[in-house]
């Protein structure tokens, strides 16, 4: 079952670039996939943040997903334990049914390269993150030369999110938007409001992570 949702996903992503390589103008859809993989590393890093902070395993639809971020936190090394297809279904779930209907619905090619790049490296950002937490000499050389040059989140870059004061760096495909938010306090401030609004706390406010 978990290997046919990522095959679903990668069917609908290959639909989406092939779409978008197919037509005549290659700029504006190249464009439109860079601007993809940067908003999806934003993404991540946002869905990455709330559920470290909010919820718990009992929270409706998304429980499953606090409940491994959460052992993540205690056993850091288990996310290289995984096997591929258990690992990355449930991005690849969730991105097939979002997909779907924009496939169907619509031939831009320019919307399509967005698409298919941004939730690519969106459902890779679960295996990206593995790799950030696996040895050098265990992993492919190409994967360590793309950490190196910055275009997938290195280790010693994602090892700042595992240290105090544990409510940083949550980005997961380049962490190219950690050092900004990290620099503005984007994640804090909306602790903030969020706590001002509702009167809830975020778990990085204890530091038990
Ligand atoms: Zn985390
Ligand atoms: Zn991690």
């Not at 950490?147 to 190219?176: D, F, T, W």
Request: glycine residues 6%; charged residues 10%.
């Amino acid at each position: 079952m978990a290997p046919t949702w990522v095959h679903f996903c990668v069917n609908f992503l290959c639909i989406s670039l092939i779409g978008a390589t197919n037509s005549n103008m290659w700029l504006k859809p190249v464009l439109a996939g860079l601007f993809g993989y940067i908003l999806a590393d934003l993404a991540t890093g946002i869905f990455h943040w709330a559920f470290d902070n909010y919820g718990d395993v009992s929270t409706p639809f998304v429980g499953y997903i606090i409940g491994a971020f959460l052992n993540h936190h205690q056993r850091p090394s288990l996310s290289t334990m995984n096997q591929f297809a258990n690992l990355n279904y449930p991005l690849a779930q969730a991105t097939v049914f979002v997909l779907l209907p924009i496939d169907f619905a619509n031939n831009d090619p320019i919307l399509h390269a967005f698409v298919g790049s941004f939730f690519g490296w969106f459902m890779c950002s679960l295996q990206i993150h593995a790799w950030a937490h696996t040895e050098k000499d265990r992993l492919p050389r190409l994967v360590v030369v793309l950490q190196e040059i910055g275009v997938l989140a290195s280790p010693a870059k994602h090892a700042l999110h595992h240290r105090p004061p544990y409510n940083n760096s949550y980005c997961m495909v380049s962490g190219v938007w950690n050092e900004l938010l990290n620099k503005l306090k984007v994640f804090e401030a909306m602790e903030m409001l969020l706590f001002q609004m509702f009167s809830v706390t975020p778990r990085s406010w204890s530091n038990k992570d």
